[in-house]
């Protein structure tokens, strides 16, 4: 079976699923969009690391990018709101882990960057979804 084919059948399994998720709403849409922004961030971080960007935090960054819908969700829910500081903070922690690990020559403020973009664009951006 060729990749275009793969690719269609795939397709073709999962938009009635996807309609079915979006006109449910609630949790069921932000787990979607969770996995969206996961598989999102995931490809975002591999063409970063490829175009000589620095080398983001991958698995911080897509875990984060999937849990920003989530978050939202609990938000709309009433369950729990996550403070400015709070992001403030795993960003620092962030920066001095790069600068930990990888050291002042190994580019951490580019890691950081890359990697909160890459939750930026990614995570909030399909947090508008829901």
Known sequence: MSELARRVAFAVAAIPVVIWVVWQGGLALAVLLAIAAGIGAWEFYRIAAAGGSGKPFVIAGVAASAAVPLLVHG????????????????????????????????????????????????????????
């Open 75 to 130: 938000a709309y829910a009433g369950l729990a709101r996550v403070p400015i500081s709070a992001v403030t903070l795993v960003i620092l922690a962030l920066l001095a882990a790069s600068i930990w690990t990888r050291g002042v020559s190994g580019k951490p403020l580019s890691a950081v960057a890359s990697t909160v973009f890459g939750v930026l664009y990614t995570g909030v951006t399909l947090s508008f979804g829901y």
